[in-house]
């Protein structure tokens, strides 16, 4: 029997991983497990493994947009998720593509450097990122690396680089993880001035798509109509819950498990 379709709906604009560890797999799968529909246009097509990323192709910005353009007109879309851009031509498109959905919140995670440090796109689109994006986000989750590029703050912590990216947003959210401390402070900044820091245990080991998964659940939570801290939490839980199941299918880095063993059955 045909259910209508109740589940709200999350446009996924990313790159491809062909290991399934990253990109828009991550996206799909992780919400699903928030219970969200994930419309995925892809951005780009990558060569990578679960150790590192080798090459990739940006694909035409006309292509991507009639990929958006063809969800929108269908799909009621109810948040909006970013990752890999790798051109200053796909920022200015998805930045497009997001003025046609005002009031839908977009979660933008700056996909800059793969989890083995391989480069996603020149040193510029970061800066595009900030300047073009970053002012049409509801949230942005940037690990501490990333937000130091963001910020051109090479050797900032993550409150100087908070500092100088609420000038262009309205949350942001920096991850940590790139220490050697016990615990993971995960810091949540709002340009209003408040700060709120969500700490985990430690997990051992490296992880491919960790940030992939996180934006999305964070997506999905708020396509669900949470507010914001609490959307933070929820998918700051979701996401070390995927760590510790994590699995090596591969040579290289854990990958998030982000569905149960059983779903769908």
């Avoid at 799909?28 to 780009?44: D, K, S």
């Avoid at 933008?108 to 989890?115: K, T």
């Avoid at 999905?220 to 507010?227: K, N, Q, S, T, V």
């Amino acid at each position: 029997m045909n259910m209508p379709n109740s589940r709200p709906v999350v446009l996924c604009l990313s790159g491809h991983d062909p290991s399934g560890g990253a990109g828009l797999q991550a996206d799909i799968e992780a919400l699903l497990a928030q219970g969200c529909h994930a419309a995925p246009a892809v951005t780009a097509l990558t060569v990578q493994d679960t150790c590192n990323v080798s090459d990739f192709r940006v694909l035409e910005p006309a292509w991507v947009l009639a990929q958006a353009e063809a969800v929108i007109a269908d799909l009621p879309v109810a948040a909006i998720k970013l990752g890999m851009l790798g051109s200053l031509e796909m920022v200015d498109t998805v930045a497009a593509i997001a003025r046609r959905l005002p009031g839908v919140p977009l979660v933008c995670d700056p996909v800059l450097r793969a989890g083995g440090g391989g480069a996603l796109g020149k040193d510029e689109v970061g800066q595009a990122i900030r300047e073009r994006l970053l002012p049409l986000c509801r949230i942005a989750t940037p690990n501490l690396p990333e937000a130091r590029l963001l910020a051109e703050l090479p050797e900032g912590s993550a409150d100087a680089c908070a500092e100088r990216l609420l000038e262009h947003c309205e949350h942001l959210l920096i991850t940590g993880g790139h220490g050697d401390e016990s615990e993971v402070h995960n810091r949540l900044y709002s340009r209003d001035g408040g700060a709120r820091t969500f700490t985990c245990v430690r997990l051992p080991g490296s992880y491919h798509g960790s940030g992939c998964t996180l934006a999305s659940a964070l997506a999905g939570r708020l396509a669900l109509g949470e507010e914001l801290t609490s959307a933070v939490r929820s998918a700051l839980d979701y996401t070390w819950r995927t760590l510790r199941d994590a699995e090596a299918p591969g040579h290289g880095q854990y990958v998030p498990r982000r569905l149960p063993l059983d779903f769908g059955n």
